[in-house]
């Protein structure tokens, strides 16, 4: 058997290894890395210098300062003022609570960029409401978990900073957000639908209508809110400023907003804030340091050139691969979480669909939805696990439950893998 052989299955095996044994993801692939760079006898400095030259960016700047504003406004009553502001456009009809869940995730995706972030804070509010007006609580955490992967579509996504990170740095941030709007709205309309449905069947009330004199102060209250997303995405989509630069206005707002406008929480909590965000920081940058050294082993045993042979010797039509590829990160994101998958599997994935035609962009929004869905399902649904911890529900009654909105999602996947213009139709628009 040929060195370069042995050395594949020996990072290979030793990966699986190390994650049954429950190491952390960025320790095991560092480890696996250091195993496999010894037996080529590779000297160790180079895996030193991939992983520093995997944080050596300015980009990566962008997600400390999205991770840090997301902080900011989570502690306040931000998820309160969105879900007010969501009730005063769709809480009126039959189910409403329901809807007014998923437009109130999308708006606070839009302000995380975190589906655990978005189920977090709404759902901190929006399950107990829900139970309070006679919905059943597992639907209540149903609707709740699967509206929060709206999270990690919607920009400012910092996943969609990672998987452009994961590509080389080659594929634009601004086209990735741009790209992310319209899967999202047609991700919520579908969350919604799904909702109004069941609201029939289950027969929930209307929502409580909104009183006329509180309208005003709703409004300035969900506007103001939402500023947070506009300035990172105007000042991107503008031009004025680098995704960086947003991210770091973006804090600024946020501070001034939560500390001083509506004084939500003492000053004193900005440390705390600060504690959590840098170890939130520290964890994300050993991971991407540890996953640039993994990737740069993968290119060196060409082991993406290997899977692209092998999906095209499977099939040479780009509608099976797809497919394949759909349900291979599904299944992967079961028992892996998002950013690692992310970093893996980006540039082992990545050949294989340039050479079908698909944009880099168009596969960005695909992956992240995939994996997004794969937040929802166990062993490792993180999402789901703090759906029902909230809710008080047991892990199977919270599966269960969202698995009309598991099918409603993998449908509007396909949807969007198929028809690349749905995803593509507003970045090239931008370009002219």
Request: overall charge neutral; aromatic content about 10%; cysteine-free.
């Given at each position: 058997m040929e060195e370069t052989t042995i050395a594949i299955l020996l990072l290979c095996v030793s990966f699986v290894v190390l994650m049954m044994l429950r190491f952390p993801i960025s320790l095991t692939l560092a480890l696996c890395t250091l195993i496999t760079v010894m037996y080529l006898e590779i000297p160790l400095a180079v895996v030193g210098q991939r992983m520093i030259q995997g944080i050596n960016s300015y980009s990566l700047l962008t997600i400390p300062f999205f991770i840090l504003a997301g902080h900011i406004m989570s502690e306040g009553k931000l998820a309160l003022r969105i879900v007010n502001f969501a009730q005063l456009i769709v809480g009126g009809v039959r189910g409403g609570l329901a809807m007014v869940n998923s437009v109130a995730c999308?708006?606070?995706?839009?302000?995380?960029?975190s589906a655990v972030a978005d189920v977090s804070s709404i759902g901190s509010v929006m399950i107990p409401m829900m139970k309070k007006k006679g919905y059943?609580?597992?639907?209540?955490?149903?609707?709740?978990?699967?509206?929060?992967?709206?999270?990690v579509v919607v920009p400012p996504s910092h996943n969609l900073v990672l998987y452009s990170l994961a590509a080389g740095g080659g594929v634009s941030i601004a086209s990735l957000f741009l790209a992310g709007i319209v899967p999202g709205l047609i991700l919520c309309v579908s969350l919604m639908a799904t909702s109004y449905v069941y609201a029939i069947k289950r027969g929930y009330a209307k929502g409580d209508p909104?009183?006329?004199?509180?309208?005003?102060?709703?409004v300035l209250d969900g506007v103001m809110s939402l500023l947070t997303a506009a300035i990172i995405l105007g000042g991107i989509f503008s031009g004025w400023f680098t995704a960086t630069e947003s991210g770091a206005l973006a804090c600024l707002y946020a501070f001034i907003l939560t500390f001083i406008i509506y004084r939500d929480i003492p000053v004193s909590r900005m440390w705390l804030i600060l504690k959590k965000t840098f170890r939130t920081v520290a964890m994300v940058l050993f991971l991407i340091a540890a996953s640039d050294a993994f990737s740069w082993l993968l290119a060196y045993l060409k082991i993406p050139a290997m899977v692209t042979d092998l999906m095209l010797s499977i099939s040479d039509s780009p509608v099976i691969i797809l497919l394949i590829i759909n349900i291979l990160l599904l299944v992967l994101g079961a028992p892996m979480d998002m950013a690692p998958l992310i970093l893996i599997m980006t540039p082992i994935l990545l050949p294989v669909v340039t050479h079908l035609g698909m944009d880099p962009v168009h596969f960005g929004i695909i992956m992240m939805l995939n994996l997004g869905i794969g937040l929802l399902t166990p062993p490792v649904g993180t999402v789901l696990f703090v759906g029902c911890a909230i809710g008080r529900i047991s892990i199977s009654e919270g599966t269960k439950a969202m698995m009309p909105f598991f099918y409603v999602m993998c449908v509007v996947l396909l949807l969007l893998t198929y028809v690349p213009d749905l995803v593509m139709w507003l970045p090239n628009m931008m370009k002219h």
């Open positions: 999308m708006f606070f995706g839009n302000i995380s960029g059943d609580t597992d639907y209540a955490v149903g609707v709740t978990v699967s509206s929060a992967i709206q999270g909104v009183q006329r004199k509180d309208i005003p102060k709703i």
